[in-house]
């Protein structure tokens, strides 16, 4: 466009009275007093809004961003004051009738999760998600509902609750759906439970996800996942599609003591992870001993890139759970099925 201003991305250089107005409108918008200052991140924020009307975008997409972000917004506030607890989200069909094999798996599931302190957050329909919210109890219940022409209304069990989230946008659910949570267990569905099982599948592999437990759980007897294994080990481990390591990132059961025993041996000594720079730094419940770095060295030297795994102190940049022990290491950032083997480690040592 002639005589148009393309807005610069470094923001300092802009135009100094637009972030004085910016800054003065935060100031007057924000609380006195904050744990942790957000003020850059909201100007990033305040400044992208801009520039969706400076390029002078299309109003269908002027709308998805505005939309998006309300809709995180309001899903992150809701989860804010339940960071510190345990939850497992739970994905499957919302046609499955409450007399069916599948729907009291998944209700004793979700009671027996909730009996070691797991908040259950379903998609909030019927189906295996209000057996999970039944099972948890409607104050130990999150649901995250998507806004469908048909099936996909809120259950009893959580849909006036205050915990309850409405999406328009699928993507931003299934966000929702991996930050908040520390397990997923899938139950047997249609075309939307494959979705989410295997982007759930990708992004723990990929590491773009935090390692978590994630169980597929079949009604007693049942084949549904058994058979979705089967073609996994045939079409894609036999054919190096992927590395034999990821099978170990998920179990496939059909009992429920299984499944809760997979999740509550994960969080046995594993806390959490996140890389500092070059290192990967996972919290522990307890110090590990000598030996058993010695024996995290022999066995998982194929996935540093250089140096030893070894006991670390807090790194500056860690804001958060510095009171626990921890590891760190030069992890390799692929081989996320081995990394998973040395948490199982970690947990059974």
Not at 133 to 154: C, D, R, Y
Not at 299 to 317: A, L, M, Q, R, W
Request: some cysteine; proline content about 5%; overall charge positive.
């Amino acid at each position: 466009m002639a005589g148009s201003r393309t807005l610069p991305d470094n923001f300092d250089a802009w135009d100094p009275r637009i972030q004085k107005e910016i800054d003065d409108l935060i100031s007057l918008a924000g609380p006195a007093t904050r744990e942790e200052d957000n003020r850059d991140l909201v100007r990033q924020m305040i400044v992208t809004a801009l520039k969706v009307e400076h390029s002078q975008l299309d109003r269908g997409d002027a709308k998805i961003l505005a939309r998006a972000m309300r809709e995180l917004r309001y899903g992150f506030r809701i989860f804010k004051d339940y960071r510190e607890k345990r939850k497992v989200t739970i994905f499957g069909s919302a046609r499955t009738p409450k007399d069916h094999p599948e729907y009291k798996q998944a209700l004793a599931f979700s009671k027996l999760m909730a009996k070691h302190g797991f908040m259950a957050i379903t998609g909030a329909g019927p189906g295996i998600m209000k057996a999970g919210n039944e099972g948890a109890g409607k104050n130990n219940s999150f649901g995250i509902n998507i806004k469908l022409p048909l099936e996909q209304t809120a259950n009893e069990f959580i849909g006036k609750d205050p915990r309850f989230i409405d999406c328009r946008f699928f993507f931003t659910r299934k966000l929702m759906f991996l930050k908040e949570t520390s397990a997923v267990a899938f139950f047997p569905g249609g075309f939307g439970t494959h979705d989410e099982a295997m982007e759930t599948l990708t992004l723990v592999q990929t590491g773009k996800a935090d390692m978590m437990p994630l169980v597929f759980i079949d009604a007693p007897g049942g084949d549904y996942w058994k058979d979705w294994l089967r073609y996994i080990e045939k079409h894609l481990l036999k054919t190096g599609r992927i590395s034999p390591p990821d099978v170990h990132i998920f179990k496939v059961t059909d009992s429920i003591d299984a499944a809760v025993q997979e999740i509550v041996q994960f969080y046995k000594n594993f806390h959490s992870m996140r890389f500092v720079k070059d290192n990967l730094v996972i919290r522990l419940l307890k110090s590990p001993s000598q030996a058993l770095l010695e024996k995290l060295n022999a066995e998982f030297k194929d996935i540093c890139v250089k140096g030893t795994i070894v006991s670390s102190p807090v790194y500056p940049e860690e804001t958060d759970h510095r009171e626990f022990p921890r590891i760190s290491f030069q992890f390799d950032r692929t081989n996320y099925g081995r990394l998973r083997q040395l948490i199982n480690r970690l947990n059974t040592d």
